[in-house]
């Protein structure tokens, strides 16, 4: 399938995954913040948002493939039995053989994506974050546990409603300010969510407090 061309498929490699980077953390924000969770973050991601802060991610080839197995001992090397799949876009790739090696160690698994490429893996949690840049694929809406729409201007209020009518009744629904434009965009959602209680504001907690 196009959606899977940069996965390696000989038998050996059948399970590596290029990671940009793996770190022990407090997750920052979305309905889990402040649990303490081990990131992955997969490189590639072909969405291309103008305000993206992970840059570094979009070109796969530059980092390094790993083996499922070799992610999972990384990440048992922390107390917290909580991981968080990202990226880049992390449904780029298949992730069955991952999500499976890291339940069977024990951990809870939890994926952050835009969408942009049908679901694969098996989830705990589903944060769903649709980007304007590349439209999501159908499979991705029923599965979300929680919808977190960026808030980048005015007309983001608009594009989160759009994508609240297609998830499921009981996904909770966060609005999150764009970090450049936090200052603006903040009492703008403050307002919003009076208005609007269905929703809920999210904050880069982790940018506050200086942690990755
Ligand atoms: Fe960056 Fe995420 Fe947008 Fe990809 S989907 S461009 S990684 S913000």
Redesign the pocket.
Known sequence: MDQYNNFVETPLQRASLPVMEAFYTLQGEGFHSGKAAYFIRLGG?????V?????D??DAEVHPKLSVDTIVQDALQYPARMAVI????PLMYPLDELTEALKVAGFQVNIE??G?HPMSGKWDWVCF?P?K??APHESVYAQAHELKV?VYNKSDFEFAEKHAALVSDDCILLLQPEWSRVQEMTPLIVEYVKQHPQWRISLQTHKYMDIP
């Open positions: 991601c072909d969405v291309g948002c305000w993206c802060d992970v840059k991610s979009w990202t990226g880049g876009e994506t835009s942009a974050s980007k840049f590349k960026i």
